[in-house]
C-alpha cells in the first residue's frame, strides 16, 4: 500500500554493521531512559535521566567538531567548527589563524526534527558530491543543511543532538532520521535481531520510545517478509491495543496512547497486510481480526479532531482488512458489523473524498464485497446515501464503482428484504433528484466515455425494476420511462454486456404496466421491438434470453373488457405490433427450427432450458392475442416444433409445448389448426402428459384435448375419433378421478367435447363412460361445480336418442332430415323407409324434435351415416337448421337422397344449388309413397 503521509519515505545510507549496532544500542539507550515525562518512581518521585542531570549541574560542553554548512543567503558550503552546550544551545564558528569568531547558533530545543539524507524538505537540496553523510536540523523559522565528513560522526552529532533537544521527543518523525537501510545489514538474522529489539520497545511504558518502535516496524515490515513475520507473531496484540481509545486502554500503562500514536499503530498493522505470499498475508489479517480492533477502527474514522493523515491510516488498514479471501472475508463481514460502518463512514467522509486514492479503492471495495448475503449488511449499514452521492463524483472510476455497487445493492432474491432495498434506492435516488441531481443513473446511461458506468447503471434499473412493487413502480414511473430512449440506444452498443443489461431492464419495465409497455413499442416508431427481433435473431444466447423477457412481458398485459375505452394499444394489438415487428420466427427458431426460421442456432449449454421456457413463455402470451399471432406461429412451423417438443426430458418445456397448443386451438379459425396439429402427430404424446406426476402437466395436456377436439359441430369428428382411437378415453376418466380440481374441469370438458360426436359414443358407452361419470362426487367448490357442469353435459349427450347412443356399434344407417311442420308426410314416409330398410339390414334415424336447440344431434349422426334422406318442401328450404344439416352431409362426403313431402314442390334456392342434379322421388301423397319407396331405398343403397 501507500505509506500514510505520517510517515516518512525510505532512506538509504551507505554504512552498515556499525550503524546497525548503534541503532539497536541507541534503542536500548531509549527504552532504558526515559525522556522527561517518564514513569514515576514508588517514592513519589520521578527518576532523573541523563538530560536532566546535566541540568542540574552547570552548563557544560556536550559535543563538538568540524561540520559543513550551507549558506543561508549565499548558497555555498563552508567549514564550520560547532559546539553542543548541555542546554541545547548549538553554536557555530569560523577558525581564523587561532581565533574563534561565533557566526550564529542553533536553539536545539526548538528543532522541530532532525532529518538524515534526502529526505522531507531537504530532498530538494544539492548535496555536496563528496558527502560521506549529510543531514538537516529543522527549526520552525529555518532549516539547517550540514554534512559530516563520515557516518560515524554523522551518526553521533545526530544521537547527541537529539539527547539534548526536549522538544523533539514530541515528534514521532524523528524515529526515521536514524533508520538503517536495508543494505546495512548482512543477512537476515540481524534483520530480525533489529526486528525483535523494535517489538521490545513496542511493550515500553513510554509514549516517546513506541513511537520510536512503531516507526522502525513499519519502516521494515513493508519491505520485509521477516520482519512481518516476527511481528504478526509477536506484536499483533500490543499494535492492536495501541489502537484503542484512552479511555479503553486496558493494560497499557499511562500515559495513553495519543491519536498520532494508534495512526502509527494502523499504519504498522497495514504493513502486516502486505506481501507476497497471499496464504501468509490473509492469516495475518486474520490474526489481527481475532483481536477484534472494529470498534476501534470505527471510532477514529468518526473521531472529531482527527487529522487527515490520522483518518487515512485507519482507512487503509480498515481497507486492507476486508480484502483478500473471500471466505475469510464473507465469516469477518458476518461477525462483525462494525466493517460495514467503518466502510459506509470512509466512503462518506470529506477526507476520503479529498484523498482520490483512497475513495477509490474504498468504493472499489464496496463493490467487490456487495454480493449474496452481504448485501443486507450494506443497506443495514446505510450504504445506499454514500453510494448515490458518489455518482456525480468527477472521477469516472469512483463513479463505476459506486454504480456497480449500486447495481448488485438492487439484486437478490424475489423477497421483502430485495423490494426494501430497491425502495431506498429509488427513494435515494429522488432525494438527489430534489437537490438537482436529477434522475443520474438516466444520464450515465448517455455518458459514452464511461461504459462501464453505462452498463452497470443499465443494470441498476435491471434489478430495480425487477424487485419494486407495481405500486413503487408507478411512484417513479418518471424515472423508468426517461430511461427507455437511452436504454434503447444501449441495445446498438457492440457490447454483449451493454445489450444484456439494457435489454434486461426493458425486460423488467414491461412486467409492471400497459403505459410502460406501450411507451417502449412506441419508441422510434417501433425501433426499441426492431432492434429487440435483430438480437432474437442473431444475438448471444445470454442476450436472446432477456430479448424473449422483454418480448414476452410485452405481449403480456391487462384484459380490456369488451366495448371498454382504450386511450392505446391494449394486448392484442401489442402482440400485432410485435409480430408485424417479425418476433414470431426467431422464436420459432430459439425452439429448434433455426435453419427454417433463419435464426442463430441455440449454443449447447446451460442456458438451453431456460432460453427454450422463455421463448414458449413469449410466444404463449403471442398467441394469446386471437386467431392473427396463431396463424403466425403455424405458418412459421412452430406446431412442429411444440410437437417435438412433447417427448422433451424437462417437464416445464413438455408442459409449456401442450399449453401453446392448447392456445393455438382455442381461437377463431381453431379447427384447421386442430387439423394441422393432429396431423403433426401431437396425440401420440398427449398419453404421457395425462399421465405425468405433475398436476399441472396434465392440466394442459387435458386442456390440449378439450380444445382440439372442439366445442361445436364444425369440428373435425375425425379429430374425436382419433383421440378415441389413441386410447385416450381411460386415461381422461383416470385424470377425472384422481387429479386436482383444475385437471378434472379440463378432463370433463374434454370428456363432453368428444360426446359431441355421434360417432364416438358407441365407444364411449362401450368404455363405461356413463357409469363413471355419475360416481364422480358433487362438491359445492365452484371448480367442482364446473366438473359436475361438464359431467351433466357429457351424460345428457350419451343418452340422447342418436344413433351412437341407440344403436348397436358399426350399425348401418341413414338420417332423415325434415322439417316439423311436414311432420304427417314424414312420418309416413318414416314408417315404410323403416320397413324396407330393416329387410336389409339398414337403420333409419330421425331426430323426434329438429330444430336449432336439437340440430347438433342431426349433425352428429351424419357423421357416420350410411346415407341422408332429406324430405323436401318449402319449410326446408327455409329451415337454417336443415340447410346446416345438408351442407354438413355434402361437405362429409355422404350420399344424399331428395324425397318431394309437399306437393308441387321443385328445387329452388339452396336446394337447387347443392340437389338440383340428383333426382327428386316424388312422396307426398301415399300412392306417390307407395309407388316411389323401392327407388328411393335403391339410391340409398347404391
Known amino acids: 500500500p501507500t505509506p500514510p503521509v505520517s510517515l516518512p519515505s525510505p532512506i538509504h545510507l551507505p554504512e552498515g554493521k556499525g550503524a546497525l549496532r548503534w541503532f539497536a544500542g541507541g534503542l536500548v539507550y531509549i527504552s532504558c531512559s526515559p525522556a522527561p515525562g517518564g514513569k514515576k518512581r514508588e517514592g513519589g518521585g520521578r527518576k532523573t535521566s541523563s538530560f536532566e542531570a546535566g541540568m542540574a ?45 561565533l557566526r550564529g547558533s542553533i536553539n536545539m530545543n526548538e528543532c522541530d526534527a532532525l532529518m538524515r539524507g534526502n529526505q522531507d524538505r531537504a530532498s530538494t537540496m544539492k548535496w555536496p558530491a563528496d558527502a560521506v553523510q549529510c543531514f538537516a536540523i529543522q527549526l520552525r523559522s529555518r532549516t539547517f543543511f550540514l554534512v559530516a565528513e563520515n557516518v560515524s560522526f554523522a551518526m553521533t552529532w545526530l544521537r547527541v543532538l537529539r539527547e539534548y533537544s526536549t522538544n523533539l521527543q514530541q515528534y514521532l518523525t524523528m524515529s526515521m532520521s536514524m533508520m538503517p537501510d536495508f543494505t546495512e545489514f548482512e543477512n537476515e538474522d540481524d534483520l530480525e535481531k533489529c526486528t525483535d529489539v523494535l517489538i521490545q520497545n513496542l511493550n515500553s511504558d513510554n509514549n516517546w520510545a513506541v513511537s520510536e518502535a512503531a516507526s522502525g516496524l513499519y519502516f521494515y515490515a513493508q519491505r520485509s517478509e521477516v520482519c512481518r513475520k516476527e511481528t504478526d507473531e509477536k506484536a499483533v496484540e500490543r499494535l492492536v491495543q495501541l489502537t484503542r481509545p484512552s479511555g479503553d486502554a486496558g493494560t497499557l500503562q499511562p500515559p495513553h496512547p495519543s491519536l498520532s500514536l494508534r495512526a502509527h499503530a494502523c499504519a504498522v498493522l497495514s504493513a502486516l497486510c502486505t506481501g507476497q505470499d497471499s496464504v501468509a498475508v490473509d492469516n495475518r489479517k486474520r490474526h489481527i481480526c481475532d483481536r477484534r480492533p472494529w470498534s476501534f477502527l470505527v471510532l477514529m474514522l468518526q473521531q472529531e479532531g482527527a487529522t487527515a493523515t490520522e483518518f487515512s491510516n485507519a482507512a487503509q488498514l480498515t481497507l486492507l482488512l476486508m480484502g483478500g479471501d473471500d471466505e475469510r472475508v464473507g465469516e469477518l463481514l458476518q461477525q462483525e458489523p462494525l466493517t460495514i460502518r467503518a466502510l459506509v463512514t470512509i466512503l462518506a467522509s470529506d477526507v476520503a473524498k479529498q484523498s482520490g486514492t483512497l475513495l477509490h479503492d474504498a468504493v472499489a471495495l464496496a463493490r467487490q464485497l456487495c454480493v449474496r448475503e452481504r448485501k443486507v449488511l450494506f443497506a443495514e449499514g446505510n450504504a445506499i446515501e454514500p453510494l448515490m452521492a458518489l455518482l456525480r463524483h468527477p472521477n469516472p472510476h469512483i463513479v463505476r464503482y459506486a454504480v456497480g455497487t449500486l447495481r448488485n445493492l438492487a439484486c437478490g432474491g424475489f423477497d421483502e428484504v430485495t423490494a426494501q432495498r430497491a425502495c431506498q434506492i429509488l427513494s435515494n435516488g429522488r432525494a438527489h433528484e430534489q437537490r438537482g441531481n436529477a434522475s443520474v443513473l438516466v444520464e450515465l446511461l448517455s455518458t459514452t466515455q464511461l461504459p462501464d458506468a453505462q452498463r452497470d447503471a443499465a443494470g441498476a434499473l435491471w434489478n430495480l425494476s425487477a424487485h419494486v412493487t407495481p405500486a413503487t413502480f408507478m411512484e417513479h414511473y418518471d424515472l423508468f420511462s426517461k430511461a427507455i430512449g437511452p436504454l434503447v440506444e444501449l441495445l446498438k452498443s457492440a457490447s454483449m454486456d451493454v445489450q444484456l443489461a439494457a435489454a434486461g431492464a426493458l425486460g423488467n419495465f414491461a412486467r409492471h404496466c400497459d403505459n410502460i409497455r406501450n411507451d417502449i413499442i412506441d419508441k422510434g416508431t417501433g425501433e426499441a421491438v426492431a432492434l429487440l427481433v435483430d438480437h432474437l435473431t442473431r444475438g448471444k444466447d445470454v442476450v436472446r434470453l432477456e430479448v424473449a423477457r422483454a418480448i414476452n412481458n410485452l405481449a403480456d398485459g391487462e384484459v380490456v373488457e369488451p366495448g371498454a375505452r382504450v386511450d392505446r394499444m391494449d394486448r392484442p394489438q401489442r402482440a400485432t405490433a410485435l409480430i408485424r415487428a417479425g418476433a414470431v420466427r426467431p422464436l420459432v427458431g430459439l425452439l429448434g427450427n433455426s435453419e427454417a426460421t433463419g435464426t442463430r442456432p441455440v449454443e449447447q449449454g446451460e442456458l438451453v432450458s431456460i432460453l427454450r421456457s422463455m421463448a414458449l413463455d413469449a410466444l404463449l402470451n403471442l398467441a394469446w392475442g386471437g386467431d392473427v399471432p396463431s396463424d403466425t406461429i403455424v405458418t412459421a412451423g412452430g406446431v412442429e416444433v411444440l410437437v417435438a417438443l412433447l417427448k ?176 304427417d308426410e314424414v312420418q309416413r314416409l318414416r314408417l315404410r323407409l323403416t320397413e324396407l330398410l330393416k329387410a336389409r339390414d339398414v337403420l333409419l334415424w330421425a331426430n323426434d324434435s329438429p330444430g336449432p336447440e336439437s340440430s347438433y344431434k342431426t349433425i352428429g349422426s351424419i357423421d357416420k351415416a350410411h346415407a341422408v334422406v332429406v324430405c323436401c318442401s318449402n319449410q326446408v328450404l327455409n329451415s337454417r337448421p336443415c340447410k346446416t344439416e345438408v351442407t354438413h352431409a355434402k361437405n362429409r362426403g355422404r350420399r344424399v337422397v331428395a324425397v318431394q313431402v309437399q306437393p308441387g314442390f321443385s328445387f329452388s334456392g339452396w336446394l337447387g344449388v347443392m340437389l338440383a342434379i340428383q333426382p327428386l322421388h316424388a312422396a307426398s301423397t301415399p300412392d306417390e309413397l307407395t309407388a316411389s319407396a323401392d327407388a328411393i331405398v335403391k339410391e340409398i343403397l347404391s
Request: hydrophobic share 40%; with cysteine; net charge positive.
Open 648 to 823: 422433451d426430458r424437462e417437464e416445464g418445456i413438455k408442459r409449456r409445448a401442450a399449453q401453446l397448443l392448447r392456445n393455438l386451438a382455442a381461437h377463431k379459425g381453431r379447427e384447421e389448426r386442430a387439423k394441422i396439429i393432429v396431423q403433426a402427430k401431437a396425440l401420440d404424446f398427449m398419453g404421457p402428459l395425462l399421465q405425468s406426476v405433475h398436476d399441472e402437466t396434465r392440466v394442459q395436456g387435458c386442456a390440449a384435448l378439450r380444445n382440439l377436439s372442439g366445442g361445436s359441430e364444425s369440428t373435425d369428428p375425425a379429430i374425436r375419433e382419433e383421440i378415441v382411437h389413441k386410447g385416450l378415453l381411460p386415461l381422461l376418466l383416470k385424470v377425472l378421478e384422481n387429479s386436482s380440481n383444475r385437471a378434472r374441469v379440463q378432463a370433463a370438458h374434454a370428456l363432453a367435447n368428444i360426446a359431441l360426436s355421434d360417432c364416438v359414443r358407441p365407444a364411449l358407452h362401450e368404455a363405461d363412460v356413463p357409469r363413471i361419470l355419475k360416481q364422480i362426487k358433487a362438491d359445492t367448490h365452484q371448480q367442482q361445480r364446473d366438473i359436475n357442469s361438464a359431467i351433466q353435459l357429457c351424460l345428457q349427450r350419451l343418452a340422447e336418442d342418436t344413433p351412437g347412443n341407440k344403436f348397436p356399434k358399426d350399425s348401418k344407417y341413414v338420417v332423415l332430415v325434415y322439417d316439423v311442420k311436414n311432420l
Open 57 to 101: 549541574s552547570a552548563v557544560h560542553l556536550a559535543h563538538h567538531g568540524r561540520l559543513r554548512k550551507r549558506g543561508h543567503n549565499v548558497k555555498n558550503w563552508k567549514t564550520r567548527y560547532f559546539q553542543l552546550m548541555s542546554d541545547g544551545t548549538l553554536t557555530y564558528s569560523e577558525l581564523e589563524g587561532n581565533a574563534i569568531v
